[in-house]
């Protein structure tokens, strides 16, 4: 990432949740994807995804999310 986007010191990283459209497979009695995403707001980039358990709290995922990106200040 350093090489492709300048490093931000005290910028934005938001953190969201949500559902891949089309990702259910009815056949296969599967549901949909949940992923809880790491945009940085001053590149424009996502820096790390998660994918959650179904109709589980996308409050749950945030902190392993937050481990991976290894985040400073």
């Known amino acids: ?3 492709c986007h300048d490093v931000t010191e005290g910028a934005v ?5 949500k ?3 089309g990702s259910h497979c009815r056949g296969k009695g599967k549901g949909v994807i ?3 995403s790491a945009f940085s707001a001053a590149n424009g980039v996502v820096l790390g995804q998660v994918k959650t358990a179904e109709k ?4 749950t995922a945030i902190p ?3 481990k991976l ?3 400073q200040g």
């Open 34 to 36: 949940h992923m809880v």
């Open 1 to 3: 990432m350093k090489a």
């Open 56 to 59: 589980s709290n996308e409050i």
């Open 13 to 17: 990283v938001a953190i969201d949740g």
């Open 19 to 21: 559902i891949l459209r």
């Open 64 to 66: 392993e999310l937050l």
């Open 69 to 71: 990106l290894n985040l």
